[in-house]
């Protein structure tokens, strides 16, 4: 039973700055991230579809977000971009730009800025990948 690791329903990948801490600097973060304090930098997701950013009632961020989730009922002052779905719950306040695939917005948050949908992006992506390049189509005339 002790040995069994694998069992567990969590992850230990749970990382909390709780109210009165303040990080000055960058944050690259993996699992979920909650804050409930102040950062003032960029907060970074590494490498993982499955990385959670929830930014608390009190939390702020002054910096750039980039994460595939990411639920916001703080204040963040910078842009945030979300791979996968972002959630702006009724106390949420960005002053700054969203992109986002897939977003949710209650009633009373606040978006000071542009709403960009980030799927154009992706689908172009995958046309420029699918379609032949310049080079390739000039090699294969000659």
Known sequence: MWG?????????????????TKIVGDLHFSGDLQ???HV???IIAE???????????KGVVEGEIRAP???????VVGNVYSAKHI??????VVEGNVEYQLIEMVKGSQVNGSLVFGGA???RKVELKAAETPEKAAQSNS
Not at 69 to 75: E, K, L, T
């Open 121 to 123: 992006k992706g689908e």
């Open 35 to 37: 804050i409930e304090g």
């Open 40 to 42: 003032s930098g960029n």
């Open 69 to 75: 989730m990411v639920v916001i009922n703080g204040r």
């Open 4 to 20: 069994k690791r694998n069992d567990m329903a969590f992850s230990n990948n749970h990382t909390l700055i709780s109210r009165g």
């Open 87 to 92: 959630e702006l719950a009724a106390k949420a």
């Open 47 to 57: 490498n993982g579809n499955d990385a959670k950013l929830v930014v608390a009632e």
